[in-house]
């Protein structure tokens, strides 16, 4: 179909009560993957690539990722992932990207408000939408996006006054998940609870980040709770890590081309991209949007 921005996709998984899942497209091989698993689930989606990505790619990767876009049937965002700056936030909408997310979480609240404020007006002016973040998600180590160690779950009464003033178009909420995969010891546990307080007191759609440790179940419930966006990134780079290393590893030393080393992670990644789709209830739903 078209580029779209992230409040577009966000209003229809909202109505419909769904979420969009966001992928982050690391490396050309992720991007393809991600985008086949989608065309033959027909569903809608986030391509999201974090600033560390986009430095590793390099800028002319977003203009691949528009041409994907525009070739696709369906309805496509283009979104940065965890925008640290106003400038880093510029540069991505300068580079074509329909949605940004700007996270000053860990900034105290008056910071986060202003600077969140500062980015929806300039993407407003230019009709890119803006997920911002309230309350951290927990970090586990070793992944892009980072974050603290433990979880700070977002207060709804905060997070009615800091839409109000923002103005953001999404708001990314720390309900008890972690970037990256949890210690075999650690069983985290999602607050519905707090995800329905939320619900209540805020009139944008919510976004859930760092759900790869949690329990397929608590994900649904989520979703099914009002989650509308669910961001993945260690679960499809896991899979493609380990395939990749059996492909290099099978003793055959003579194995080099791009070709021959990446259709099988690839494989292993549109695996998980087509569970998620499903798991999310964003399967075929990208009807909702052709008029
Ligand atoms: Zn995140």
Do not use: W
Request: proline share 4%.
């Amino acid at each position: 179909m078209v580029l779209v921005s992230g409040k577009e996709l966000l209003a229809v998984a909202r109505e419909h009560n769904f979420a969009i899942p966001a992928y982050n497209c690391g490396s050309g091989q992720l991007l393809n993957a991600t985008v086949k698993a989608c065309e033959e689930t027909n569903t809608p989606f986030i391509i999201a690539i974090h600033p560390d990505e986009l430095s590793f790619l390099t800028d002319s990767f977003v203009a691949q990722c528009i041409d994907e876009a525009h070739r696709s049937r369906l309805p496509i965002a283009i979104h940065l992932d965890h925008g640290g700056s106003y400038e880093q936030v510029i540069h991505a909408i300068q580079l074509g990207m329909t949605s940004v997310m700007i996270d000053k979480s860990l900034a105290p609240y008056e910071e986060n408000v202003a600077i969140t404020k500062k980015v929806v007006e300039a993407a407003h002016a230019v009709g890119v939408s803006v997920e911002a973040e309230l309350g951290t998600i927990g970090n586990t180590g070793n992944t892009v996006e980072g974050g603290i160690e433990e979880g700070i779950y977002t207060e709804p009464e905060v997070a009615k006054d800091f839409v109000e003033k923002t103005g953001c178009d999404s708001l990314a909420v720390g309900i008890g998940t972690s970037h990256g995969l949890y210690p075999k010891d650690i069983k985290p546990k999602l607050r519905i609870d707090i995800l329905d307080d939320i619900v209540k007191a805020v009139d944008v759609p919510l976004v859930l980040h760092g759900g790869s440790g949690n329990p397929d179940s608590e994900i649904a419930q989520a979703v099914t709770h009002g989650i509308n966006k669910v961001n993945i990134s260690s679960d499809i780079k896991i899979v493609f890590a380990e395939k990749l290393r059996e492909e290099l590893n099978d003793g055959n030393s003579e194995k080099r081309e791009p070709n021959v080393l990446f259709p099988e992670p690839m494989k292993a990644t549109e695996k998980v991209v087509r569970q998620k789709n499903e798991l999310f209830g964003a399967v075929d739903k990208a009807n909702y949007y052709f008029n």
